[in-house]
């Protein structure tokens, strides 16, 4: 359980990393910018869509890591109250 926490930390600081350092050309940030792409693909790519479906993957992230300290939390609280009544 601690391994998914930690994993899931982990990549929400690499997409997080990559998507300020990358001038929007990475694997993320290509939606969000207006250029010659989003122009030529504009009516078979709904890049306002795609733009927020990978804002919202980095909040997703977030909350996952959220539930597992909660989750871990509450595992460590009840094997205490079990193992030492």
Known sequence: MVGW???????????????NDNNNKDIWG??????????V?????D?????????????????EVVLECITILLYSVVFYKYYFK
């Open 5 to 19: 926490g930690v994993m899931w930390g982990f990549a929400a600081g690499i997409r997080q990393s990559a998507k």
């Open 41 to 45: 693909f504009a009516d078979k790519v």
């Open 47 to 63: 890049y306002a869509l795609v733009c927020r479906m990978q804002s919202w993957s980095l909040v997703c992230c977030l909350i």
């Open 30 to 39: 290509w939606s969000c910018v207006d250029n010659k792409r989003r122009q």
